[in-house]
T-cell receptor, first 110, second 113 residues
């Protein structure tokens, strides 16, 4: 079983829509959680960390459910510039390794 | 701020050649890692290091060597390039412990003919 699993999509949504991505992780020893954004042929860039109580950054909201071992990302009022691949990332508290999901592709349509 | 710097950005090699991909960071990060990303696939961990003098294998280490003689540098060596190693290679670094994310370099696009 993969450490981190994501629905690859693609998600095609109109501008202004709200879209949500989910991600599940297999190891309960996982400590830290992140969402990264990757544009085509570019390096992944940190979008936001995910905290236990949930957190928001502008139009983006991240949630963590440790009991069910899943992480979510909600994007409100989608913009064309949000089109990218979104990577779910988990870091274990032992070994310090990061585990990446394969990414969810989002295209925002005019 | 320089962050994570990878060189070269592009490289074409012939099968059997060797080369070193360079990675340097100026953030005093203990943890450094190398990934490869193939079309339509996620990032796969090649090797990683939790500090100078310490390295370990990731998911796909075969055909690659690393060393970590300083905190700043983490070069990746291809011993005898094979077409299957054609990929985009990313170096990343982070602090250890806590809720510390990774920071990525721009990537090296490597083609093996």
């Amino acid at each position: 079983r993969k450490e981190v699993e994501q629905d690859p999509g693609p998600f095609n949504v109109p501008e202004g829509a709200t879209v949500a991505f989910n991600c599940t992780y297999s190891n309960s020893a996982s400590q830290s959680f992140f969402w990264y954004r990757q544009d085509c042929r570019k390096e992944p860039k940190l979008l936001m960390s995910v905290y236990s109580s949930g957190n928001e950054d502008g139009r983006f909201t991240a949630q963590l459910n440790r009991a069910s071992q899943y992480i979510s990302l909600l994007i409100r009022d989608s913009k064309l510039s949000d089109s990218a691949t979104y990577l779910c990332v988990v870091r274990k508290n032992t070994g310090n390794q990061f585990y990446f999901g394969t990414g969810t592709s989002l295209t925002v349509i005019p | 701020n320089a962050g994570v710097t990878q060189t070269p950005k592009f490289q074409v090699l012939k099968t059997g050649q060797s080369m070193t991909l360079q990675c340097a960071q100026d953030m005093n990060h203990e943890y450094m890692s190398w990934y490869r990303q193939d079309p339509g696939m996620g990032l796969r961990l090649i090797h990683y290091s939790v500090g100078a003098g310490i390295t370990d294998q990731g998911e796909v280490p075969n055909g690659y060597n690393v060393s970590r003689s300083t905190t700043e540098d983490f070069p990746l060596r291809l011993l005898s390039a094979a077409p299957s190693q054609t990929s985009v290679y990313f170096c990343a670094s982070s602090l250890t412990g806590g809720n510390q994310p990774q920071h990525f370099g721009d990537g090296t696009r490597l083609s093996i003919l």
